[in-house]
């Protein structure tokens, strides 16, 4: 009966997870294009939903709701039906509607389609190989070696956003890195940019000029008839055609350089627009917290660095270190069961909640980026896929955050992975990330005045 | 050649509506083999013949200004395009007959364009919401055309024609459908060329300040 109980309050939130999927599709995603496509809306929310549901299970587990056969039942359908969709429904329909594109391949879409699938099976169980992620007691079918590649892709994911936010995020909010833009800078660029399209325009008008002018001369002098009429109408029109293309020249020249213009003029504005921001009491705080979060960042890195000399991964988690710093150290005593459990929900909570906004906000800036009305629905899937993939690869990880006695149905439902495995690797590429993007915003950061400094 | 002010059209929508395959259509009469995506602003040129067959036909350079983006940009972006509006005589709204909402978006691409002078920050005050008075208002006459008409299977046809007649009473525009690919759709003497004729004749008078009879409006479908 409790079984019973329990599936229908696991449907329900999975409910509400799929309408809250499609509600954000609609209205964040694609609100600037027409959804024509329901089954790319259908895939997205489903993929939202089954990902947010593995969260909820973790919670009910930290917080004993729920039976425990139940809660492995739905860990174990749930665990399925996510590796479904991954490797199965969402590549197939990227193929799909990549394929659709191609005009030439447009007859057998299927068919291609299917091709494209196999293509990705193939380098999708590939990339097992280099990595020692597997015990010899697995067979080639069972459910470990599909997680464990998906877990890798998503932790490569996971490394690589948290690097880049980890080094990004002090470098946006802390407005010591802003470059110092006045009015006067953005208004003699302005006036450049219309002085080249001025100038695009005039030549513009000769080309036109010309050109009209070449054409009711050719009509002339197709009344001319005989051999001198021809040379004629070749050597005129030759001398007319090189002045053309030497014009055309100097437009191309001239266009690139006024798209040049555009793009800085718009980096100086929203330069100009961040300097506001920051005056702003809004503005002040995020600075703040840049500071903070700039100070946490060389602590991570410095803590990566010293896993991957030392070789060391981490035993315990972080909450139960904690009270035992508190109860040792700081001779605080407490009820450490009853506080480990409270404490552990509210910091994995946390590390759900802000994990989830984290990703659609950074999906959605990406999505607005790059997305055109023919590429929308490939993207939209694209990012599904890379969605689902992080989730299941931050439960993964997220077993290092909990205490011991809830480590264990993570570890009975995903198999005998080799989760020290994971860490390390998470860490290795944590570093590479952060140190690249380092050397990246420096770089940026280093060009921009030099570009300044010509006006 | 006319050493004139600038007679200035501006060409606007969606990313991805056909604004640059049409321009190159409209100046150069033939189809664009490679569109790709513009990036800031293209310009191109027509010449027009002013008031055609009449003793007082006088030939004027038209320019064609091509604004690339979508109405959901950034707001520094919004602000950088707010350069091109300046001084315009005349605005041509593209929308794609095959996706709707790039035809809701041309209201909030013409209030970011008429409204340039109120709001300096580029962020449009009135939050999309249409004004049909301010088009009353304007002088700037506008032109509606619809893209991608070959794309639309038969039976639809009358609804979508029906849907643009709408639009083009709510912008109190004359409007135009085609393709821009096929250049037949503007080949010499068709209604769809004497519309746009008679576009750019309103512009030019617009600009010369005749009280012409070209204002007044012949009514908007044959």
């Not at chain 1, 798209?259 to 503005?283: A, H």
């Not at chain 1, 997305?371 to 929308?376: A, G």
């Not at chain 2, 200035?8 to 150069?28: A, F």
Request: hydrophobic share 45%.
């Amino acid at each position: 009966m409790s079984f019973l109980v329990d599936s229908v309050i696991m449907f329900t939130s999975q409910v509400l997870f799929f309408g809250f999927g499609w509600l954000f599709f609609m209205r964040q995603l694609f609100k600037d294009y027409e959804v024509r496509q329901y089954v790319v809306q259908v895939v997205f929310s489903v993929t939202f939903a089954f990902s947010c549901t593995m969260f909820e299970l973790i919670i009910f587990e930290i917080l004993g709701a729920l039976s425990s056969t139940s809660r492995y039942f739905h860990w174990k359908l749930n665990l399925y039906v996510i590796l479904l969709v991954l490797i199965f429904v969402v590549p197939f329909y990227i193929g799909y509607f990549v394929v659709s594109n191609i005009r030439l391949l447009h007859r057998q879409r299927l068919l291609f389609a299917c091709m494209v699938w196999f293509t990705f099976m193939y380098f999708f169980w590939k990339l097992g190989d280099p990595f020692p992620i597997l015990s010899p007691k697995h067979g080639i079918l069972s459910i470990e070696q599909l997680i464990s590649r998906v877990g890798v892709i998503g932790v490569t994911l996971m490394a690589l956003l948290s690097g880049f936010g980890a080094v990004n995020c002090p470098y946006t909010y802390m407005s010591y890195f802003l470059r110092n833009v006045t009015e006067s800078d953005i208004l003699a660029l302005e006036r450049r940019l219309l002085q080249t399209m001025d100038m695009i325009v005039s030549k513009k008008k000769r080309i036109a000029m010309t050109r009209r002018q070449m054409y009711q001369r050719g009509e002339d002098q197709n009344k001319q008839t005989g051999f001198w009429g021809m040379i004629k109408s070749v050597t005129s029109t030759q001398t007319g055609s090189e002045n053309l293309s030497l014009i055309q020249q100097e437009v191309d020249a001239l266009e690139e350089l006024s798209r040049q213009l555009f793009l800085e003029t718009v980096d100086l504005q929203g330069t100009k627009e961040r300097i506001e921001y920051s005056k702003t009491f809004q503005g002040k705080y995020f600075n703040f917290l840049g500071y903070f979060f700039s100070i946490y960042c060389v602590w991570k890195i410095f803590m990566a660095t010293i896993n991957i000399v030392f070789d060391r991964v981490g035993k315990t988690d972080p909450v139960t270190r904690g009270i035992e710093i508190t109860v040792n150290y700081l001779g605080i005593q407490f009820d450490v069961k009853f506080w480990s459990q409270h404490i552990s929900f509210i910091l994995v909570g946390i590390i759900i909640v802000t994990s989830i906004r984290g990703l659609l906000i950074t999906l959605t800036k990406f999505f607005y980026a790059i997305s055109s009305s023919k590429s929308s629905n490939v993207i939209v899937l694209v990012l599904a896929q890379i969605m689902g993939m992080y989730f299941v690869s931050s439960v993964l990880l997220m077993r290092m955050s909990m205490p011991l006695e809830y480590r264990s149905i993570v570890t009975e439902v995903l198999g005998e992975l080799q989760f020290n495995f994971y860490h390390r690797w998470f860490d290795v590429i944590f570093l590479v990330s952060a140190l690249s993007s380092i050397l990246f915003l420096y770089l940026a950061h280093k060009q921009a005045p030099e570009k300044h400094m010509t006006l | 050649m006319a050493s004139l002010d600038r007679v200035k059209v501006l060409v606007l929508g969606d990313s991805g509506v056909g604004k640059s395959s049409l321009v190159h259509l409209i100046c150069q009469n033939q189809v664009l083999g490679n569109p790709s995506w513009t990036v800031g602003c293209s310009v191109d040129v027509r010449v027009q013949d002013y008031k055609e067959g009449t003793p007082e036909e006088k030939t004027f350079y038209i320019e064609l200004w091509d604004v690339g983006g979508s109405v959901g940009s950034a707001s520094s972006i919004k602000s950088t395009r707010a350069v091109f509006y300046n001084s315009v005589n005349g605005i041509i709204l593209v929308h794609d007959l095959t996706n709707k909402k790039s035809s809701q978006n041309l209201y909030r691409w013409s209030m970011e364009a008429l409204n340039k002078d109120s709001s300096p920050t580029g962020v449009i005050v009135s939050n999309g919401d249409y004004d049909r008075e301010q088009f009353v208002e304007s002088t700037v006459p506008l032109l509606l055309i619809g893209t991608k008409f070959d794309q639309i299977p038969e039976n639809k046809r009358s609804d979508v024609l029906t849907r643009t007649a709408f639009l083009s009473e709510d912008f109190n525009a004359e409007e135009i459908n085609l393709d821009c690919t096929n250049p037949r759709y503007f080949a010499a003497g068709t209604s769809n060329a004497v519309k746009l004729s008679r576009f750019f004749d309103k512009t030019l008078s617009g600009k010369i300040g005749h009280s012409s009879t070209i204002f007044h409006r012949t009514g908007k479908r044959y």
